[in-house]
């Protein structure tokens, strides 16, 4: 299969490194690191301390391909929605939170889409050089329900590379729980600074569960069916990636925006539709934009 990878950050080179074993895989990437990436290469390094140099095309176009993958940050869609609005290969998202989720729906309709949730955690060191820090769960699947072929494919070519990757035929629901996720995990160990395994602290160990029962109040209010437990989860992920940062931490120690507006940000707006008053994913929102300003 002709698979194209866009984004060249921590998920993304996970990805195009493991698919690119019985694929063909094309990574996007910006213009202004083509160039050393091109001449250096992707390195990933594995969890055993192996450093994989996959053969990949480098690229800084998205152009017509079996499958498009999109791991850019979900404040980075709207600069390629005008390029993937007018191809007609298939996307398969795996950004965080639920705007893009909602964006794409909107934008070229859930026949088209696919989705990717995982909870391995993976640091970018720099540009093309990234770091698989603990294993998670990852589940795959057709926004319509369907079992295509490219999501067999995609999830054997997976497993068979070192990441158990299930298919679902309710993948939507899968996008709101690592959303709830998120919302609790992300912003407390942000503002703490501290990698995933000091949030058992009884400080911020209550915090999170705080945020996560509210996100997981506002999901079951809408109308959603968490196939699996929240919180039991993210204990699951806390333990299984204890020395990884969270990319919300990692985007704050590089300066770089956050994707608070697209997780937290987007169920205090569902929220306050239902007459909510979100009072935890409130406070860590406004903390952490306080911060990038």
């Known amino acids: 299969m002709n698979i194209t990878v866009v984004g060249a950050g921590a998920l993304g080179n996970m990805l195009a490194t493991k698919l690119s074993k019985n694929n063909k895989v094309k990574l996007v990437v910006k213009p202004e690191h083509a160039k050393k990436i091109r001449e250096k290469g992707i390195l990933f390094k594995e969890i055993d301390n192996k450093i994989i140099n996959p053969k990949l095309e480098i690229t800084t176009n998205i152009e017509e391909t079996d499958l498009v993958i999109l791991c850019l940050k979900s404040y980075d869609i709207l600069d390629i929605i005008e390029t993937i609005t007018n191809i007609e290969s298939p996307i398969m998202c795996c950004q965080n939170g639920l705007q893009t989720l909602h964006l794409l729906i909107d934008k070229i309709g859930p026949k088209r889409i696919s989705y990717l949730v ?56 899968y996008v709101w729980l690592k959303t709830i996720i998120n919302s609790a995990i992300n912003p407390i160990a942000a503002l703490a600074e501290v990698k995933n395994g000091e949030l058992k602290r009884p400080e911020l160990y209550e915090k999170i569960k705080e945020i996560c029962e509210e996100s997981e109040y506002i999901a079951v209010k809408k109308g959603i069916k968490l196939p699996l437990k929240p919180w039991k989860e993210i204990n699951s992920i806390i333990d299984k990636t204890a020395n990884n940062k969270c990319s919300m931490l990692q985007d704050l120690e590089n300066n770089k925006q956050t994707e608070i507006d697209a997780i937290n940000g987007e169920l205090i707006r569902i929220a306050k539709e239902l007459s909510i008053n979100p009072i935890h994913n409130q406070q860590v929102f406004s903390e952490i934009e306080q911060l990038i300003q």
């Open 118 to 173: 995982t909870g391995h955690g993976i640091s970018k060191i720099k540009p093309g050089i990234s770091e698989h820090k603990g294993k998670g769960f990852t589940y795959i699947g057709e926004l319509s329900g369907t079992v295509s072929e490219r999501i067999k494919q995609i999830s054997n070519d997976l497993c068979s590379n070192g990441v158990e990757c299930n298919i679902v035929t309710n993948i939507g629901e």
